[in-house]
């Protein structure tokens, strides 16, 4: 756990443990394999599949422009990082649609 709230302080420095924390129980087995524990912003499937499941069903949000904007901007501001941490991920998009607290 500590180790993802790290990588979420990279991007966000008063990110909170307890909204780190519910990411990672909502993702669940997903962060068991290393290579599902990731997110390529290279992978159309797999960018569709964060707008239908995550932005969609979690966040209940259903606009696909404003979602493909939201992740055109999360992947451009973890460009840097090679291995884009799926939680972090998903914190970024969350924090985006202000949608923190709801979660």
């Known amino acids: 756990m500590a180790d993802y709230l790290?990588?979420?302080k990279k991007y966000d420095a008063?990110?909170?443990?307890?909204?780190?924390d519910k990411?990672?129980?909502h993702l669940g087995i997903a962060l068991r394999k290393a290579d599902s524990s990731l997110v390529s912003c290279t992978d159309p499937e797999e960018?569709?599949?964060i707008k239908k499941?995550?932005?969609?069903?979690?966040?209940?949000?259903?606009?696909?422009?404003?979602?493909?904007?939201?992740?055109?901007?999360?992947?451009?501001?973890?460009s840097a990082d090679r291995t884009k941490s799926r939680v972090t991920f998903y914190y970024l998009v969350a924090k985006h649609y202000g949608k923190l607290a709801s979660l």
Not at 14 to 20: C, G, N, W, Y
Not at 56 to 71: H, M, R, T, V, Y
């Open 47 to 49: 960018l569709d599949r």
């Open 6 to 8: 790290a990588d979420v």
């Open 14 to 20: 008063t990110a909170s443990a307890e909204i780190v």
């Open 53 to 78: 499941g995550f932005i969609a069903k979690k966040l209940g949000e259903s606009d696909a422009a404003k979602a493909d904007s939201i992740l055109e901007k999360v992947c451009e501001s973890m």
């Open 23 to 25: 990411i990672v129980k």
